[in-house]
């Protein structure tokens, strides 16, 4: 049966009854408030804007009181969030109020990605909720919620019109976060310039796209007012937490040579519209627009990612343990092909390894083989040499031995002939002279 169908049977089935007398449930809006109450709140705001325009100034003076505050230098070589979380107290009320500065918001020379890390923040805070969610056992009772409630966008006041980077990071973040754009500084602009500024602003974001957060018109208690503060928007507002004595009441206000600028009186500026519709109407409609519309598209989004859906094909309902089956079945066959796809690819390294170990082994074995071939040749020529000279030494040891009888026999015929005759000893001078020659010249050729 269609949804609709079925929202009309029980609409029908239901019968209006009068009670007979008081039951007591009349006190559930009571419980309501006083649970909430013990329970406390939780309020997160997002201050973008440029280095220096107010952002620290405007929540003091919203809040009436001094947050730690740290100046930030104009050379942050990127954007960087910085949350800081405060718990205050007013009657019997506990709030616990956090406070998110874009820090080096527009110092950087390229700002094309200046909107990332406040996208990447808001993000993460509605990821660190969902998986808070889909815990088996949850705390969503006492979990500290920091998704952002609402953000307060701080244009410069400079009379022409927005800047790129205002109207980029505006347009990024419109379906993750409340936007409420504030002109900032709005003492340095005069009341006519100022008129036509938001004009430009307000026609700026139409042309754009550009979402920003609009009072909700549909509680008649609020209704008037709210669609009043919505023509007002963006808000110029004045920040200040000096207190000056005007007539003989102390006001906050900027005092400046030619006059005083106070931040409470309505005709000065914007101020206690913003404190109005921010922290008096509005605070728990921009609790409930962040967890009812930014934080469930967010969730759709990446349950829709994560394979849920709540109709299969021809809109039958499918339930979320059909699709965690369908996904996992789907998820174990791509684990499977990727599996097989890593056992394939190793297996073709392998062989391609082994093939070039195989390459290089043979280069190997037959640089071996050239080198064994060459030292044999070499043993060969070397023995060669060695037996001639062997052969040399024995031809001149009997050649040694001739001479050396011959010397004998010429000794023992000299001993026996003392008186011989020049020619004689001559030739036996020369023998002997020629004998030592050729020793000096075996031994020259041994010690080679
Ligand atoms: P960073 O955190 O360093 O980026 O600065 P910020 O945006 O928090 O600015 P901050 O509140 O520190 O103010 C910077 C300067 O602007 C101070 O000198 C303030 O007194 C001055 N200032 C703040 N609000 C206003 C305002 O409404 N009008 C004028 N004229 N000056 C203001
Ligand atoms: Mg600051």
Sequence with gaps: MA??????????????????????????????????????????????????????????????????????????????????????????????????????????????ESYRPIVDYIDTQFENYLQEELKIQRSLFDYHDTRIHVCLYFITPTGHSLKSLDLVTMKKLDSKVNIIPIIAKADTISKSELHKFKNKIMNELDKNGVQIYQFPTDDEAVAEINAVMNAHLPFAVVGSTDEIKVGNKLVRARQYPWGIVQVENESHCDFVKLREMLIRVNMEDLREQTHNRHYELYRRHKLEEMGF?????????????????????????????????????FVNKVKETELELKEKEKELHERFETLKR???????????????????????????????????????????????????????????????????????????
Excluded at 312 to 339: D, H
Excluded at 413 to 418: A, G, I, K, N, W
Excluded at 425 to 434: G, M, S
Aim: net charge negative.
């Design 3 to 112: 949804a609709p169908d079925l929202e009309r049977r029980s609409k029908e089935e239901m019968r209006l009854l009068d009670l007979g007398g008081h039951v007591g449930f009349d006190s559930l809006p009571d419980q309501l408030v006083s649970k909430s109450v013990s329970q406390g709140f939780s309020f997160n705001i997002l201050c973008v804007g440029e280095t220096g325009i107010g952002k620290s100034t405007l929540m003091n003076t919203l809040f009436n009181t001094i947050f730690e505050t740290e100046e930030s230098g104009h050379y942050e070589a990127c954007v960087r969030l910085r949350p800081r979380t405060y718990d205050l107290q007013e009657s019997n009320v506990h709030l616990k109020l956090t406070i998110v500065d874009a820090v080096g918001f527009g110092d950087q020379i390229n700002k094309d």
């Design 374 to 448: 060459t030292h044999q040749e070499e043993k060969r020529k070397v023995e060669e040499k060695r037996r001639q000279l062997e052969d040399e030494k024995i031809a001149f040891n009997r050649r040694k031995a001739a001479v050396e009888a011959m010397q004998a026999q010429a000794l023992q015929v000299t001993s026996q002939q003392p008186l011989r005759r020049d020619k004689d000893k001559k030739n036996l001078w020369d023998v002997r002279f020629d004998l030592r020659n050729q020793m000096s010249v075996f031994s020259g050729f041994l010690c080679l």
């Design 309 to 345: 859906q709540d109709t299969a094909a021809e809109s039958k309902p499918i339930s979320l343990q059909e699709t965690y089956e369908t996904r996992r079945k789907e998820f174990l066959c791509e684990l499977q092909k990727k599996e097989e796809e890593m056992r394939q690819m």
